[in-house]
Nanobody, 123 residues
Framework: QVQLVESGGGLVQPGGSLRLSCAAS????????MGWYRQAPGKQRELVAT???????NYADSVKGRFTISRDNAKNTVYLQMSSLKPEDTAVYYC?????????????????WGQGTQVTVSS
């Protein structure tokens, strides 16, 4: 079993900053890409940022220059530093971890999602 624990959400004023964390633990053989997604009320879940095992990053146009994704491979943890937050950034943020796990004796890819953390940007 693999568990993801997210933390760092909350209420912040426009222009403020928050840092989200997502730690993966359990029976993980390896981790490939890690990422953050968000879902606002009445909208579909959308990609925010991803980072490969080699450190290559990808961002949604709406967050480029304001958000930074990073990871600590030794801790199986991905971070999202959010700055210059806007009301339209308000959403539930989910981390996603693309893992390789051992099922019986077979290496199997499997994606895990965090439980979600609320980010509210409001004055």
């Amino acid at each position: 079993q693999v568990q993801l624990v997210e933390s760092g959400g909350g209420l912040v004023q426009p222009g403020g900053s928050l840092r989200l964390s997502c730690a993966a633990s359990g029976s993980i053989f390896s981790i490939n890409a890690m990422g953050w997604y968000r879902q606002a009320p009445g909208k579909q879940r959308e990609l925010v940022a991803t980072i490969t095992s080699g450190g290559r990053t990808n961002y949604a146009d709406s967050v480029k220059g304001r958000f930074t994704i990073s990871r600590d491979n030794a801790k199986n943890t991905v971070y999202l530093q959010m700055s210059s937050l806007k009301p339209e950034d308000t959403a539930v943020y989910y981390c996603k971890v693309e893992t390789i796990v051992v099922v019986t004796t077979t290496l199997t890819p499997y994606d895990y999602w965090g439980q979600g953390t609320q980010v509210t940007v409001s004055s």
